[in-house]
């Protein structure tokens, strides 16, 4: 299920032992009207508990399977969604294990969709944190955690990106329910030399009175003190 300013689509899903679909559906948000697209070109599997993601104007589908995964290796599909295509996409590097029931976020400041959790043909669940790189298509492992870290393995669980980190929630591992809230820490934006001048300048000016430091400096400093980095005004 995605969602656009106009349309909200709704690929593929099924019942366990039952039929299963990769229909591509849309509701128009305007004229809350439904209708069924008409693809082509080389389309996923009939599936559910896949995940999905629009980037630009293409709907990535990654995933899922007709209750369990149908390869060893994660599928990836994506439509062009101004030509209404379909192909699979080829990807490199140390590709994830088949899943379902997995999360699946995009992150535009590293072009990237990245993978985590799940379950595979076994049923069993996965604790491996994936990243794919959308400019060259490159598979590469962020994490690996076991049953023992503070990050359990789960399936069936929400997230989203904020911030530069990504964010899960709740889920299950088979044996318990989760109602917790975790987060892994994608990328970061350091302090600008000046920001951490003007953080380590802040800390010394509580511990002492005296300023040796040239006064058109200590004048730039608390200005990012203030500007900058949110701290209130030092007293005169």
């Given at each position: 299920m995605i969602i656009t300013t106009i349309h909200y689509f709704f690929f593929g899903g099924g019942v366990k032992g039952c039929r299963f679909s990769n229909d591509l559906l849309s509701l128009n948000l305007k004229s809350n009207r439904w209708e069924k697209i008409?693809?082509?070109?080389?389309a996923p599997c009939p599936r559910y508990k896949h995940q999905s993601c629009i980037v630009s104007d293409k709907l990535f589908i990654l995933g899922g399977g007709c209750y369990l995964p149908p390869e060893e290796t994660m599928d990836v599909y994506v439509l062009c969604l101004?030509?209404?295509e379909w192909s699979r996409v080829?990807?490199?590097?140390?590709?994830?294990?088949?899943?379902?029931?997995?999360?699946?976020e995009y992150d535009s400041v590293t072009n990237s969709i990245y993978i985590w959790g799940g379950f595979d043909s076994s049923l069993a669940t996965l604790f491996d944190f994936?990243?794919?790189d959308l400019n060259t298509f490159h598979w590469s492992v962020q994490a690996?955690?076991?049953?023992h870290t503070i990050w359990p393995g789960r399936s069936f669980l929400s997230s989203c990106v904020f911030d530069g980190s990504l964010y899960s929630f709740s889920g299950s591992d088979g044996d318990r329910r989760f109602s917790d809230i975790?987060?892994?820490?994608?990328?970061?934006?350091?302090?600008?030399?000046?920001?951490l001048a003007a953080k380590s300048y802040r800390d010394v000016y509580q511990q002492t009175a005296l300023?040796?430091?040239?006064?058109?400096?200590?004048?730039?400093?608390?200005?990012?003190?203030?500007?900058?980095?949110?701290?209130?005004a030092p007293c005169s």
């Open positions: 008409d693809t082509y070109g080389d101004q030509k209404l080829k990807t490199t590097g140390e590709a994830p294990q088949g899943r379902a029931a997995h999360a699946c994936y990243r794919l690996h955690f076991t049953a975790m987060s892994f820490r994608l990328h970061c934006n350091p302090l600008k030399l000046i920001q300023n040796k430091l040239p006064q058109e400096l200590v004048h730039q400093l608390t200005s990012t003190w203030v500007k900058e980095l949110g701290y209130s």
